[in-house]
């Protein structure tokens, strides 16, 4: 493999289309209901591309979000009747993940995304300018420089912004004119770019630092919101940490046995407790750290756990492999973090006898 | 031959109930059998009159034991209601055909092994009778159970769909109910119920009735489950069987009404088990046959915005395009109520679940409530119930609320008598909102009516005549009940706030009567706070407090002959608990500014003070309350506190001592200067090897001051003038021309009752 391959193989992370195409191809395929326009499967087959199934040619479908059906149902039904979907929910509750997947399955594509930063400027949402065309040729539309959701209105086709909270407020408003006159103006030209039909946004917003730059009730009101919960069951949060642990251990090429699933069992036991403030029996109370420790995070800890087992060890997913990452994952602010996970240790894990070969790796490290 | 069709319906669908009105259109009986009870049938044509507005519930109780009562709730869209209007508005016979609940309700039935309890608590939640395995689920919402079968979360939109998809002959529909119950009851064993047995072969014995009667199209009406029960009605043999089935079930007198009921009631979280989850939205979907899905949105809109928040016509609009895509997805013809729960979560709400809990609270459940005839109502209590009501203009609604009375108004307090005297039936219908403040005229009620306070109004006939009348009777057995005295005087105080100076004579007469031969002194001096406060302050109601005030002189010397024998042997909390009613009691005596009382508790607190084996605790707050009160002088409770607290006494009985002189002391060591001299010449009297000793003493008491209060006291012995200098302001003397003017302010805030402040005047001057 050379240093510029650029082939699929080489990419550190595929977009969803690319990691789905065979899915979405047979999706496409068997389609036999109405599709609204521009929209390249029905939705019904949109959520079954989310939820998973199987299809009458035999292809599986394989789960892209666990949780809820009738979330994507909603979620589906709000971009079916063209109205923007705002996705809530606090961090590593599969926001993006989400939002990615439904605009591959939608139109093809999951890169015509805006990136919500406090930067973010006007010229990123609406369109910016080639200043070199624009000296020698005077403001023409050669000059203009598309943003992605232009390009998703030119093209008819699902625009992503992730973070929306995260930009200011006065440039969160150009997003009200897109939405609700469903054109993009562009005064210098005298010109305006309407939305082809499929057109339509999904934004993402973390609703813990909700109040960063609270939506307008203008902005907020041309949006559905659907609101993704942390896991409901424990059993459902391991079925997600099992599953993306091992799709990225393919993606990484970690030459380690998959994780054992009393493994996974402990991490998210952990991960469940201490975000949630009680034990799982909910017989005991234990104080809560200040990060989320999201589901997302979990998986970070398997995975990491993997490489230094592959990379440092026999190859076999130990204790210690696992537990100087989520000590990490807990104790964010070195403090008070550090309290909270000593006494979860003192208190909850050297209790439990099955855990104790968890509770001395963790004292020899910590 | 009579033609006999049985339509098996769903309680209270109305799904169903159109159906049933369709079928009921077409097959114009003349005749209609319901499955209810037959004992409410001279109450039947009331439901036709325009005043009885659903929901309504008939109610039947056994007139011995009120208690034991069954209610059939109706709302508008209830099938039953909607035959019972039928059958009146043609003027044809309507019968109800089930087993009587004179049978029902009678003790020892259903025959079988069943706990007496779990009869009594079915009886009242017909028709379903719950129990936790899968075939009871079935029985209770069989159609319900199919819908499940079939992939539909609601039972009622399953019900539509079926309707909706044949169109055509609607009678086809209950075929269709009948063949699937019989499917169902297939594998059900015979007799496995044997109060569903002894109901089913009464409503076959109604039917065969019917048709002897010589009626030719007789329309049956009762849950889907009875049908295939039903349709074996003119069976070879069946008629036998059923006679031996209902033969010698024992049976009660039973009595039946009209009552109010609610949809707040009728919603299955109610714990009425056969309640459904959202009356108001059935309702909606009952009196509005299309565009249910916008006019329920518009609604959840409305609230919104009477709630002050955000909800635009635009965002309705977004709404109803959100629910029937949904809808559509779901493979539904219009919206069901998740649909529209789900739009309005993710449109309206932002999906905000604080919002949602308002809309479920109003538009899924709703807060309707009924309203019968006034003449429909039964027993006597119910009828002055209504008429003190009316006279006091106080209307029983769901919608709760706030009413402050100011009692010197006549009406204002009739209504807080009436209040007091429904609670003491047990039909709290107002709650006070703060605690018992004599001193004040105003009183603050929170009013919250419950449809099902009916049957206590019906319980209450047992008791007597009237409210009044029942309240009275209802606390004289209480009385009779009481064990402790306390218990007997905080009924007085109910008695006075209800007004029932007949049942009161007889509760303080019992209270007497119990205080002569009670040997607990704690307990008799618990009884007194409260009884001296009544006599005090009791006349602000206008109510007669001289027999209290007798009670009172009769209780006291009683308490204050057995208190040192009482205090003996005590350990800590029993000290502190004897302490805190030795305060009390105290506090109480002080009230009555009545000289001999002063000097009965005087001379009990002498004789305690005077105590060697005593608790310390006890003892130190008896010396302190004769030193507040004037008995003991500063040398005499100096000596007092000496002897308790010298070496011979030992470290501990020193400590409660210090600490029972002490206690609750801050105000008084701050704003009475005697008790704060006495300590402080005490303390510089002291050896320096005694006050090293007593030091850590008196720092354990002087701790549990309050920080502010311990700094008071420094600074004002640190002044050179020192503790000692005197009581109180210098040169403040008691000017009575100058307190006279106040006294026509008080009088307008303590009112035009002359007794009560002349009183308090005569005192102060």
Known sequence: MSPTDTSATARLRLAAEEAFAEEIAALCAADDRPRPPNWRMSPQAVVTYLMGGSLPSG??????YIGDRRLMEIAVATLATDRALLLLGVPGTAKSWVSEHLAAAICGTSRLTVQGTAGTSEE??????????????????????????????????????????????????????????KTLPIPELNDEVPARKGFNLIATANNRDRGVNELSSALKRRFNTVVLPPPDTIEAEIAIVESRVAALGRAFEIPAQPPGADEIRRVVTIFRELREGVTADGKAKVKQPSGTLSTAEAISVVGNGLALAAHFGDGRLAVRDLVSGIGGAVVKDPVQDAIVWREYLETVVKERPDWSDFYRAAREIG | MAEIRIFGIRHHGPGSARSLRAALDGFTPDCLLIEGPPEAEPLLPLAADPGMSPP???????????????FFPCAGFSPEWVALRHGLAAGIPVRFIDLPQAVRLADGFPPGPRP????????????????????AAMRRDPLGEL?????????????????????????????????????????????????????????????????RDGFARIAVVCGGWHVPALLRHDARGQAAADTAILKGLPKAKVAAAWAPWSYPRLAASSGYRAGVLSPEWYDTLWNHEGRVAARWLARAAALLRAADLDASPASVIEATRLAEALAGF???????????????LATLCFA??????????????????????????????????????????????????????????????????????LRLLDI?????????????????????????????????????????????????????GATWMAELAALIGTLLDADLAAASGDVIRALDARAAVSADVFDLMEALPPLAELARYGSVRASDTAPVLALVRGLLPRAAAGLVAACQSLDDAAAAAAKTRIVAVSGAVALQEDPDLTSVSRDALRALADQEHVHGRVVGRAVRLLHEGGALTDAEASDHLRRALSRATGALAAAAWIEGFLEDSGTTLIHGRGLLALIDSWLCGLSQETFAELLPLVRRTFATLAPAERRVIGEALARPEGAGAGDGLPGATFDAARAERVLPILRLLLGPEPAAWEKTSEATA
């Open chain 1, 59 to 64: 292809a599986a479908i394989s789960p892209k």
């Open chain 1, 124 to 181: 990123a949402i609406r369109y910016g300018w080639n200043y070199a065309l624009l000296l020698a040729k005077g403001p023409s539309r050669d000059a203009v420089v598309a943003s992605p959701v232009m390009r998703a209105m030119e093209r008819g086709q699902i625009a992503r912004v992730e973070e929306l909270t995260r930009i200011p407020s006065e440039t969160q408003d150009s997003f009200i004119t897109i939405l609700s006159e």
């Open chain 2, 56 to 70: 309504v519930a008939l109610l039947v109780y056994r007139p011995d034991r009120p208690r034991s009562c069954a």
């Open chain 2, 116 to 135: 007496p309890e779990a009869a009594a608590a079915d009886a009242a939640a017909e028709p379903a009778i719950e129990r936790p395995d899968p075939a």
């Open chain 2, 147 to 211: 819908a499940q079968a079939a992939g539909h979360a609601d039972g009622e939109r399953w019900w539509d769909a079926l309707v909706e998809s044949r169109g055509g002959e609607a009678g086809d529909v209950f075929g269709a109910i009948a063949e699937a119950m019989t499917a169902l009851r297939e594998a059900e064993p015979e007799g496995a119920e044997p109060e569903d047995a002894a109901r089913e072969a009464q409503m076959r014995a109604g039917i065969r009735r019917a048709a």
């Open chain 2, 330 to 344: 779901r493979g539904r013809a219009q919206p069901a109520l998740e649909d529209l729960d789900e739009a309005a």
């Open chain 2, 352 to 421: 905000d679940p604080a919002p949602m809990a308002l809309i479920r609270r109003k538009l899924v459940i709703g807060e309707r409530l009924g309203a019968t005839l006034p003449r429909s109502a039964g027993t006597p209590v119910e009828v002055d119930f209504e008429a003190q009501c009316r006279r006091l203009r106080l209307k029983p609604g769901a919608e709760a609320g706030e009413i402050t009375l100011d009692l010197r108004k006549e009406t204002d307090l009739a209504r807080s008598r009436f209040l007091n005297r």
């Open chain 2, 428 to 480: 709290p219908w107002g709650t006070p909102r703060h605690a018992r403040g004599r001193g004040t005229f105003r009183e603050a009620w929170a009013l919250a009516w419950q449809p099902d306070w009916v049957v206590e109004l019906v319980a209450a006939s047992a008791d007597g005549g009237t409210v009044a009348e029942a309240a009275a009777e209802r606390v004289r057995a209480k009385a009779r």
